[in-house]
């Protein structure tokens, strides 16, 4: 968990970020002000580690593991927050058994800070999502799922603004199209909306209403499709401007550090995505000066 120097500058491990003309007022001073971003991505109901006869990720993952890295991470810096990219539910028999309360729960100790919506949280269909709502004590995103009439109106919101250090980080979730993939009966009246248009409404009003310094897009989209046939988070990073970091999921791309992509103004934009099943984290340091911000990226293995 060596923290690499935001100085050196090798490959796609750190990058420097414009800011689209906002000004760095609440970072006036000599001092460098510290963010830290912690992310999962389709852990799929993944509580235990998997056992070590496992062919491809003998002892990794676990909830306990996991929790123990995140207390660790955020002793080291208090300006830390914690996310997840969907796919939350579905892949072991705690889903079957409990549908979903035992993962709330738990994501709500570790204290994770909000989550965006993946195709498999659908599978108990929107009664079932909604029934364990109140195990959830962060909130859940989503910008390109209208949710107006269903059962899970007012519920989903689809921006929110934290605070920390006198910084102001905006976040906002998207989800991939349902139709196709989950049955229809399962997400009911749920519209899809355009995922490219929603981000940049998000993020223009994130960057210009909010007056926030970091734009985070939580995304199920994917990470990239060879055919193009759906719009994936390298197409959304180059679509669009304001967006510093997209953090991915539902493709399952195992990334070593994050990928930086050119927007449509030419500036840099991080993408990043932990894998699956729980057995990486993703972690991002944004370190702000006077001078814009800087950023490295890793995955940690848990």
Do not use: W
Request: proline share 4%; aromatic share 10%; net charge negative.
């Amino acid at each position: 968990m060596e923290r690499r120097s935001f100085i050196k500058r090798t490959g796609a491990s750190s990058a420097f970020i414009g800011l689209g003309g906002l000004g760095l007022s609440a970072c006036s001073g000599p001092e460098v002000k510290h963010l830290t971003i912690l992310h999962t991505n389709d852990v799929h109901s993944h509580i235990d580690p998997f056992p070590a006869d496992h062919s491809a990720f003998p002892l990794k993952g676990g909830i306990a593991r996991r929790a123990a890295l995140i207390e660790e991470i955020r002793r080291e810096n208090p300006n830390t927050l914690l996310f997840d990219a969907g796919d939350i539910f579905q892949g072991t028999p705690y889903f079957n058994f409990y549908g979903g309360e035992l993962e709330f729960k738990l994501m709500s100790m570790m204290r994770y800070d909000a989550a965006t919506i993946g195709n498999h949280d659908f599978d108990n269909g929107l009664e079932g999502f909604l029934a364990q709502l109140p195990h959830a004590n962060f909130p859940f995103l989503s910008a390109n799922y209208d949710f107006t009439d269903t059962i899970l109106d007012g519920m989903v919101r689809p921006y929110k603004v934290f605070e920390r250090d006198g910084l102001k980080i905006g976040v906002f979730g998207l989800g991939i199209m349902l139709k196709g993939i989950v049955n229809d009966a399962l997400y009911g009246e749920t519209r899809y909306l355009d995922p490219i248009e929603m981000a940049q409404e998000m993020s223009d009003i994130l960057k210009k209403e909010e007056r926030c310094h970091v734009v985070i897009c939580l995304s199920h989209l994917g990470y990239e499709y060879k055919r193009g046939e759906l719009p994936s988070d390298l197409d959304l990073a180059a679509a669009t401007r304001g967006i510093d970091l997209i953090i991915g999921g539902h493709t399952h791309t195992f990334l070593d550090r994050p990928v930086v992509k050119k927007n449509r103004d030419q500036q840099d934009v991080l993408v990043n995505q932990a894998g699956c099943y729980g057995v990486n984290m993703g972690r991002i340091d944004f370190y702000f000066d006077n001078d814009g911000i800087r950023a490295n990226g890793t995955t940690v293995s848990v």
